[in-house]
């Protein structure tokens, strides 16, 4: 959505990089941070990390960790053929997924 909202006559998004969010040595609060932003149907994802508390190869293991995990979801939901809905979908939250999986099955079962 970010990315089609900036694509409007009054705005434009930059080729150039934001740049830090957070000044270098200002306060956080997490030891590591990840940020993402979705732009030109790309998605950026940047990790800071304090270098006190993580060498950079711990961080390097973690992002590709974190990259092939994306990768399954994104697999895992592409090949999906039909809508798996939520609690929220039916406007009610707070529902497990366990207790909507129950009540959708004692439900498909009373249709049959």
């Known amino acids: 959505e970010l990315d089609h909202d900036l694509t409007t006559e009054q705005f434009s998004s930059s080729k150039l990089s934001a740049g830090q969010s957070i000044g270098e040595k200002s306060a956080r609060d997490a030891s590591v941070e990840i940020d993402s932003v979705v732009a030109g149907r790309q998605l950026m994802i940047s990790t800071t990390f304090n ?12 992002n590709q960790a974190f990259k092939e995990s994306l990768q399954m979801v994104i697999s895992h939901c592409t090949g999906k053929h ?7 979908d039916y406007g009610y939250d707070k529902l497990s997924l366990e207790d909507l999986e129950e009540l959708l099955n004692e439900y498909e079962s009373v249709d049959s």
Request: charged residues 35%; glycine residues 0%; hydrophobic residues 10%.
């Open 51 to 62: 270098e006190y508390e993580y060498s950079p190869d711990t961080i390097s293991e973690l």
């Open 82 to 88: 039909e809508t798996e809905k939520t609690s929220s």
